[in-house]
C-alpha cells in the first residue's frame, strides 16, 4: 500500500449530471477526510470520517453533496445535479492519528 | 479557523534561503502545518508544529511559530530548483478541522 489513491483522476461531466468519486485510505487508517480545492485557492474541508461514522460537515456542502463510507474503508463522495460552480479538485486524505494526513492525487472535476 | 493568510508569490535564487510566512486568526489551534505542492500532484506535508513549539527544524526545514501573533513561518535553507512548488500552511482547531491558507508560490531562479 502506498498510499491514497483516488477513482477517478479526471471527470468531465455536463451540468445536472450526476456523479461519484472513490477514495481508498491507507490501510488501517481510520480518519478520512474530503476537500474541494478550487484554482488558486487552498484545500477547503468539506467532511470528515472517522471509521464508518460522519462526524464533521462543513455548511460548504450543500444538501447536492453526500458522503459515505460504509464500511470504515473506502469512502464515494457523490455530487447530484452538478453545477458549473462544482468544477474543483476534490482531495482525500487519511490519516491514523489526529496530527498528520495523508492526500490523495486528486479527481478533478469539469462541469460544462 | 478559517482566516489563514499567506503572501501569494515568492521568488529566490538557488542555494539562497526561502522563507514562507502565515498568519492565522485561531487562537485554539493545536497544531500547524506546511505541505507542498507540486503541479499536478496532491499535497505533501513537510512538518509540522505542535502549538505549545515555537521551534522546529528537520533537515533544510526550520519551522518557527510566534503565537502571541498568530504567525507561522517556514524557512528553506539551501534553496534547491526541486524546491519550486506552492506551500500551503494549515490549522487544525478542535474539532479535528483544519483550514488551509491559499498557498505561496515559491519559484527558484537557476
Known amino acids: 500500500d502506498t498510499g491514497v489513491s483516488q477513482d477517478p483522476r479526471h471527470k468531465i461531466t455536463k451540468r445536472g449530471q450526476n456523479v461519484t468519486f472513490r477514495c481508498d485510505p491507507i490501510s488501517e487508517h481510520n480518519r478520512l477526510y474530503w476537500y474541494r480545492q478550487t484554482l488558486g485557492q487552498g484545500p477547503e474541508f468539506l467532511t470528515y470520517f472517522q471509521n464508518e461514522a460522519q462526524l464533521e460537515k462543513s455548511r460548504l456542502l450543500s444538501d447536492r453533496f453526500s458522503a459515505e463510507r460504509p464500511k470504515g474503508s473506502f469512502s464515494t463522495l457523490e455530487i447530484q445535479r452538478t453545477e458549473q460552480g462544482d468544477s474543483a479538485m476534490y482531495l482525500c486524505a487519511s490519516s491514523i492519528d489526529r496530527v498528520e494526513q495523508f492526500f490523495g492525487p486528486g479527481t478533478r472535476l469539469t462541469v460544462l | 479557523g478559517e482566516d489563514v493568510e499567506q503572501s501569494l508569490f515568492l521568488s529566490v535564487r538557488e542555494g539562497d534561503s526561502s522563507v514562507i510566512n502565515c498568519t492565522y486568526t485561531d487562537s485554539s489551534s493545536t497544531y500547524l502545518y506546511w505541505y507542498k505542492q507540486e503541479p499536478g500532484a496532491g499535497l505533501q506535508l513537510l512538518t509540522y508544529i505542535f502549538s505549545n513549539m515555537d521551534m522546529k527544524q528537520d533537515q533544510r526545514l526550520t519551522v518557527l511559530l510566534n503565537k502571541k501573533d498568530k504567525h507561522l513561518s517556514l524557512r528553506i535553507a539551501d534553496t534547491q530548483t526541486g524546491d519550486s512548488a506552492i506551500y500551503f500552511c494549515?490549522?487544525?482547531?478542535?474539532?479535528?478541522?483544519?483550514?488551509f491558507g491559499t498557498g505561496t508560490s515559491l519559484t527558484v531562479i537557476p
Open positions: 494549515a490549522e487544525r482547531v478542535p474539532g479535528n478541522q483544519f483550514y
